[in-house]
């Protein structure tokens, strides 16, 4: 049974930093893309950052480029979402996902699914 966990998401004043993490078990981590998405409430789940199976792969989101930076450990099955110079906007429930090989902006591309951390950043 594959289980993602996510953890780290809390409360933050505006250019704060948090580090989230993502515990992967019952898949083979090393040969999934993860990435992590967000969703605040009333809207879409958002694509945030990706990266490929061996992990020097990365694609962001222009609204967070500079500012995140998604990485992995293969040898530890966790990918972490570092997340620097936070805005209010930036509020959400952030959610890690995994997908067979290949990276995806899409969320149609996951196969699996986290159940999210809350991430509030204050004004």
């Known amino acids: 049974q594959v289980q993602l966990v996510e953890s780290g998401g809390g409360l933050v004043q505006a250019g704060g930093s948090l580090r989230l993490s993502c515990a992967a078990s019952?898949?083979?981590?090393?040969?999934?893309?993860m990435a992590w998405f967000r969703q605040a409430p009333g809207k879409e789940r958002d694509f945030v950052a990706a990266l490929g199976t061996g992990g020097s792969s990365t694609i962001y989101a222009d609204s967070v480029k500079g500012r995140f930076t998604i990485s992995r450990d293969n040898t530890k099955n966790t990918c972490v979402l570092q997340m620097t110079g936070l805005k209010p906007e930036d509020t959400a429930v952030y959610y890690c996902?995994?997908?067979?090989?290949?990276?995806?902006?899409?969320?149609?591309?996951?196969?699996?699914w986290g159940r999210g951390t809350q991430v509030t950043v204050s004004s």
């Open positions: 996902a995994a997908n067979r090989l290949v990276y995806s902006k899409s969320t149609l591309a996951y196969n699996y």
């Open positions: 019952g898949l083979t981590f090393s040969s999934y893309a």
